[in-house]
Every structure is written in C-alpha cells, then in structure tokens.
C-alpha cells in the first residue's frame, strides 16, 4: 500500500504540502493519496520488460532473490568503476 493521508475529521493537507511530501519521498502526490507499490513500480520504471522481470524475481525464494542482488550490486559496482577510470 502507498502512503496514505489520512483524512483527520475532513482535514487534508494542502496541494503545496502533499507536493512537498511527495518531492520528499520521491514520488507523485497521486501516489501519496492512493497508490500501491505497484503503481510507484510501474510509475518510476519505464522498462516494462525489466518491470515483469523484477515483478517475477519477487516471486522467488529469499535465496534466489538474493543472489540476484548481489549479481545486480556486482554489475553496477563494475559500471560505476569503469566511469570513474574513464
């Protein structure tokens, strides 16, 4: 589930607080108010094909998922070195 504001007795935040929240956290204030992380997913990656593939790697044991990770920690430490050799 997203980050629900709750709505206090009919009191809601302004837009210039729920747009500062949500630039806090990163995402829009659409998810603020009503978003799953699902929706924060799909929002944030516009590769739907490496979107479907994390979606499947969550299906995974914990172990697996792990080691998925570290191969993805593994290749993007070795992007970032060759950046800054280059």
Do not use: C, H
């Not at 837009?15 to 829009?28: I, Q």
């Not at 659409?30 to 699902?38: E, F, K, M, P, V």
């Not at 920690?73 to 050799?85: M, S």
């Amino acid at each position: 589930m997203g980050y629900i504001i709750p709505r206090w007795a009919g009191v809601q935040p302004s837009a210039e607080v729920l747009a500062k929240l949500a630039n806090a956290l990163g995402v829009s204030s659409d998810y603020l108010t009503n978003g799953t992380s699902d929706d924060l997913a799909e929002s944030s990656l516009t590769d739907k094909e490496l979107l479907n593939q994390f979606k499947s790697i969550e299906k995974l044991p914990e172990a697996d998922k792990n080691v998925v990770k570290v191969f993805l920690n593994a290749f993007i430490t070795k992007k970032k070195l060759k950046q800054l050799v280059l």
